[in-house]
């Protein structure tokens, strides 16, 4: 999985992470280490991620799966792309990632001052206010806290106001104009409507986005959570929930004295004067225009990630849930998988694999200690652990296939996350092997906390000879 990120001390750095199945049937996601690239064109960053390969002595031929970030010079949308050219000179790597920096609806219709009433630090300070909670920020890497974002506003929407208020009143610098264009902003019928409308939004996404930063999230479970999302957004787009959400809109307002607009009459945007506005009404305004647009907005990200391609790919993938005693098996989906995958399997394997399988799903639907198993990580812990990797290998090859495909990015996002703590103020002038190195031991504290400071001094001291002996 590969990442770019900016802003990192005016450097551009690429983070790089290898998901691979241990000889235990085991994921495992290394953070390789990060290397700085000159310009973020989709040109140079093939060669930066080639380098990169080589300089570890790993070949892009041997990659069964890639996962990149959303942006447009990374993603597989037309050959000039990152991940497009690697699946060009590769037939066997699958571009399936689905990327944490996903956009947000809200901001993409222009509610900025949502935002900035939320992050605004006269807010988040509560001045003037003996406040229990506070509001939260949003953070770029953890999908959900939109979505707790939105519902701390909603809870604390009358205190936000009383301090607003009371900034406009005791402040008489630019704080104050700020506090009344946001007071101004809050306290209208559309910001509210918003409100509600994304509560409700990335309240149906909200499983699947915390889902997908788990770092032992499955591809089974990604593909459902995924199809009920679809599912539960389509339903949200008809008359009646629109209706429950206008009448839930109103009776907020009222509590918090805001004018309801009468859904009949013209809409007017603020600023411009009635006799120029477009000729629609609030009903249309909100319902055709607001509603409709964000529900099939948030519908068009989820298939961008996930596209007729990879679906496919993830469908037939799914075939080897061990869920519900193998109750997904699909023989003919499973072959079809084989087919994608043409250097691991020839026609002589594919033929092979026909026969195995039918032997396999007799073997473990009779054993009861495959009757238990919850995914495709723990079938293929079980395979191993009773030997069954190598009585079924063409089978545990699939399962392997299945393993090393990354649903999300959320692992190098959490490295992105560590570089800022690395790389801080106070230590933004280290190189990047030296910024690499530190990221290495800082994330992997699993692999190091074993290592003990004897043995590092040790191989410090022979690393070339030294004046003094380290004690």
């Not at 495992?28 to 080589?54: A, M, P, W, Y």
């Not at 946001?182 to 990335?202: P, R, Y």
């Not at 930063?213 to 459902?224: L, P, R, W």
């Not at 910024?435 to 001291?461: P, R």
Request: charged letters at 30%; glycine letters at 4%.
């Amino acid at each position: 999985m590969v990442d770019e990120s900016r802003d990192i001390s005016t450097k551009e750095q690429m983070a790089v992470i290898l998901r691979y199945v241990d000889n235990k049937g085991q994921v495992i996601e290394r953070f390789v280490g990060v290397q700085h690239v000159t310009e973020t064109t989709s040109s140079k960053l093939k060669e930066s991620i080639d380098e990169f390969l080589k300089l570890h002595d790993l070949s892009y031929s041997n990659l069964r799966g890639q996962g990149y970030d959303g942006a447009s010079n990374m993603r597989a949308k037309k050959n000039s792309d990152v991940a497009a050219f690697f699946t060009l000179t590769n037939s066997l790597v699958n571009v399936v990632g689905c990327s944490c920096k996903r956009r947000d609806a809200l901001r993409e219709k222009q509610q900025e001052n949502l935002l900035k009433a939320i992050e605004n630090d006269c807010l988040e300070k509560g001045q003037g206010l003996n406040q229990e909670t506070s509001l939260k920020r949003a953070g770029d890497t953890r999908w959900n806290s939109h979505y707790g974002v939105l519902i701390s506003l909603i809870t604390m929407f009358s205190s936000v106001v009383d301090v607003l208020d009371m900034i406009v009143e005791d402040c008489y610098n630019d704080s104050a104009g700020e506090a009344k264009r946001l007071l101004k902003d809050l306290q209208s019928f559309e910001f509210v409507f918003l409100l509600f409308l994304m509560k409700s939004i990335l309240g149906v996404t909200n499983d699947l986005s915390q889902a997908l930063q788990k770092k032992d999230q499955e591809i089974v479970n990604a593909m459902a959570l995924v199809k009920t999302c679809k599912e539960q957004l389509r339903c949200m787009r008809n008359d009646e929930n629109f209706d429950l959400l206008v009448d839930k809109v109103s009776s907020f307002c009222v509590e918090h004295e805001i004018e309801v607009p009468n859904m009949d009459d013209l809409y007017v945007i603020q600023g411009k004067s009635l006799r120029k506005a477009p000729r629609k009404t609030n009903h249309h305004h909100y319902k055709v225009e607001l509603f409709f647009e964000v529900i099939d907005f948030q519908l068009t990200e989820l298939d961008d990630r996930f596209t007729e391609g990879n679906t496919e790919l993830l469908i037939c993938l799914a075939c080897l849930s061990p869920n519900d005693s193998f109750v997904a098996f699909d023989k003919e989906k499973l072959v079809r998988l084989a087919h994608m995958y043409p250097k691991d399997f020839t026609d002589r394997d594919r033929s092979a694999l026909q026969d195995q399988l039918d032997i396999y799903i007799h073997f473990v639907r009779s054993d009861n200690d495959f009757s238990q198993l919850r995914g495709i990580n723990e079938l293929a812990k079980k395979m191993v652990e009773k030997g069954l990797h190598r009585t079924f290998a063409y089978v545990y090859l699939l399962v392997q296939l299945a393993l090393v495909l990354p649903v999300a990015t959320a692992s190098v996002e959490r490295a992105f996350s560590a570089m800022n703590i690395i790389k801080g103020p106070l230590r933004n002038k280290m190189g990047d092997q030296w910024l690499s190195d530190s990221l290495v031991v800082y994330i992997e504290k699993d692999v190091f906390s074993c290592i003990g400071n004897e043995a590092i001094m040790e191989h410090f001291q022979t690393m070339k000879p030294r004046r003094g002996r380290l004690n």
